[in-house]
């Protein structure tokens, strides 16, 4: 099986675990040569904006933030956080709150490249990560796709999950970027939460590494 570091673990297990507990994973530093790292972005007032990878994100109105708590827990934190980064980490409702609906959230994160072997397109990754979801109970929903966002390009794949009388709605839109795969997952409880998640993602001008 095709191996992870931590931050897909972190999006796709916050989403196997129904936000009910946080999120653990495990991880596998290979070697790589260094290079200028992206900046990690910032929220100010109530807006993520990543000037490395020239995108922003709305919060929702009431959902918590927890990049900083997920990204404590990852072991490439305390490693080498540019070869695997968590850039974004909301809920809902606080991850360790129980509850009987799906904690919707959102999670962005970014791999360097050289964590793989083998991916040379954002479709690419769709392969280990369609083995990882459907090992979680996940369907996929339909293949891979191209997907525009604006004048943006980006991959698209879309699974479910039936838990009881709910249905978890999980899409991965992914870009390459820099040496990096850049991936945005959205998490609901129907297709059109999920859409309205994706709307409040936009594209920009892209800051130059330093």
């Keep these: 099986m095709a191996r992870f570091s931590a931050s897909v673990l972190l999006a796709l297990l916050a989403a196997a675990l129904w936000a009910q507990q946080p999120a653990s994973s495990s991880s596998r530093p290979p070697a790589h040569a260094k290079s200028p790292n992206p900046e990690p972005g910032a929220i100010r007032d109530g807006l993520y904006h990543n000037p490395s990878f020239g995108f922003s994100y709305k919060l929702p109105f009431g959902w918590v933030d927890r990049t900083r708590e997920m990204q404590d827990d990852s072991p490439d934190a305390s490693n080498d956080p540019a070869k695997s980064m968590l850039l974004l980490a909301i809920f809902e409702r606080p991850p360790e709150a129980t509850g009987d609906t799906v904690n919707s959230a959102v999670v962005i994160a970014a791999e360097r490249l050289s964590n793989y072997s083998?991916?040379?397109?954002?479709?690419?990754?769709?392969?280990?990560?369609?083995?990882?979801?459907?090992?979680?109970?996940?369907?996929?929903?339909?293949?891979?796709?191209?997907?525009?966002?604006?004048a943006t390009q980006l991959v698209r794949g879309d699974f479910s999950k039936s838990r009881g009388t709910l249905t978890m709605r999980q899409t991965s839109l992914v870009i390459l970027e820099k040496g990096y795969e850049v991936s945005y997952t959205f998490i609901?409880?129907?297709?059109?939460?999920?859409?309205?998640?994706?709307?409040?993602?936009?594209?920009?001008?892209?800051k130059a590494a330093r």
């Design 188 to 206: 609901g409880g129907s297709e059109d939460e999920v859409s309205e998640l994706i709307e409040k993602l936009s594209f920009g001008v892209k």
């Design 118 to 150: 083998g991916l040379k397109t954002a479709a690419d990754y769709f392969g280990p990560l369609t083995e990882l979801a459907t090992a979680k109970g996940f369907q996929a929903v339909e293949a891979p796709h191209q997907y525009s966002l604006g």
